[in-house]
Nanobody, 126 residues
Framework: QVQLVESGGGLVQPGGSLRLSCVTS????????IGWFRQAPGKEREGVAC????????YYQDSVKGRFTISIDKAKNSVYLQMNNLRPEDTAVYYC???????????????????WGSGTLVHVSA
């Protein structure tokens, strides 16, 4: 059974940084695409950053390029999202998602994953 557990959200000032963590279990990262999505109040969930298991094939939403970095520690079965220079518009519930890889990385960041965590709230405000 695929399980994804996020942590690391919180309140941060504009320009600040946060690191989100996602501990995975129930599947082998090598055959999956893993990614971070977010959902702001009143908006649909959107892909932020997605990656293959080696993090050498990644996709980022344009609004986070240069600010966010997805990384994977296979020894710890964990996926991270380092978020720098945060903006108020980054405020959202952030979800970790995973899916068995059949298509390109961008496909999953665009259309979503098969498995989801319960989310962690990131609030960027002065």
């Amino acid at each position: 059974q695929v399980q994804l557990v996020e942590s690391g959200g919180g309140l941060v000032q504009p320009g600040g940084s946060l690191r989100l963590s996602c501990v995975t279990s129930g599947f082998t990262l090598d055959t999956y695409v893993i990614g971070w999505f977010r959902q702001a109040p009143g908006k649909e969930r959107e892909g932020v950053a997605c990656s293959n298991s080696n993090a050498d094939n990644t996709y980022y939403q344009d609004s986070v390029k240069g600010r966010f970095t997805i990384s994977i520690d296979k020894a710890k079965n964990s996926v991270y999202l380092q978020m720098n220079n945060l903006r108020p518009e980054d405020t959202a519930v952030y979800y970790c998602g995973a899916a068995q890889r059949r298509f390109g990385i961008a496909y999953y960041c665009t259309y979503g994953m098969d498995n989801w965590g319960s989310g962690t709230l990131v609030h960027v405000s002065a």
